[in-house]
């Protein structure tokens, strides 16, 4: 399957909140065993809401400071945000129908 979810690092992630579009940033690590149950279902949500929101992964070992920045001290955590500001927030893995409503929530 193809990676779809969008890769946003430290260098990127102004731009992609700037871009006027919903979007969700999953904050994860390699070695992060709830962030890896969870992977998939951010890959599936980045294609099913292509073109109506920015679905992406930030890598927090090699992005320290958009991490820091918004303040991610436990992973999996997942923001999202409209308009470039922060809308939700979601710590720890859950189920993909609660970040379905969520993002939906933040199209709104």
Known sequence: MAHKAV???DANIDSILASGKTVLVDFWAEWCGPCKMIGPTIEE???EFE???IV???NVDTNPAAS???GV???PTLLF???GNMVDKQVGAVSKSVLVQKL???MN
């Open 7 to 9: 890769e946003i690092t």
């Open 45 to 47: 949500l980045a294609g």
């Open 51 to 53: 073109g109506k929101a």
């Open 56 to 58: 992406g992964k930030l």
């Open 68 to 70: 820091a920045k918004f």
């Open 73 to 75: 001290r436990s992973i």
């Open 81 to 83: 945000f409209k308009e």
């Open 104 to 106: 939906q929530s933040a």
